[in-house]
């Protein structure tokens, strides 16, 4: 794939999907959302930004931030089989995709926690999913700009600055 950092460019089913970077807003929500994982992450584990993650056949996303089940990733991409939560930061070009397609996706790939952003209110609101039966299920949503959870792992997050 092309290689151009002024776009995120994925892979769905052999088909390419272009969508810019995000705003000031989106990377700084991504910073701390990432930030703030990783501070509470047990040893185990590791948070990353923007990682090309593998799905089956031709599906290759780069999810805003992620918790892997192990450290010590290597190579370009890394299997859907070793991410514990996704987290996506919505924006304008990407929200459908984010909440509908992505959801699905990660849900078929058996990813146990996705952690959904969303910037467009005055305050930003989160929630958590957790796969359960191969649905998402509502595990924790922000109040007044704090997401707090226990699993997979105790953290909060500020989103308000």
Request: contains cysteine; glycine residues 6%.
């Amino acid at each position: 794939m092309p290689e151009d950092n002024s776009q995120r460019i994925e892979l769905l089913d052999g088909m390419l999907h272009v969508s810019p970077m995000g705003n000031a807003l989106h990377q700084r929500l991504v910073f701390e959302a990432s930030y703030s994982l990783r501070g509470a992450c047990p040893k185990e584990l590791e948070t990353t930004i923007e990682l090309n993650v593998q799905f089956d056949g031709d599906r290759l996303f780069i999810p805003d931030f992620t918790v892997l089940k192990k450290r010590g990733a290597k190579g370009l991409t890394v299997p859907a089989a070793d991410v514990l939560l996704i987290g996506e930061v919505l924006s304008r070009s990407t929200k459908v995709n984010d909440l509908v397609l992505k959801r699905q996706v990660y849900a078929e790939a058996g990813i146990s926690y996705y952690l959904i952003i969303d910037p467009a209110q005055q305050v930003p609101k989160a929630t958590l999913f957790e796969l359960e039966e191969g649905e998402y299920v509502e595990l924790a949503r922000s109040e007044a700009g704090v997401l707090t959870f226990e699993r997979p792992f105790p953290v909060t997050l500020e989103l308000a600055s």
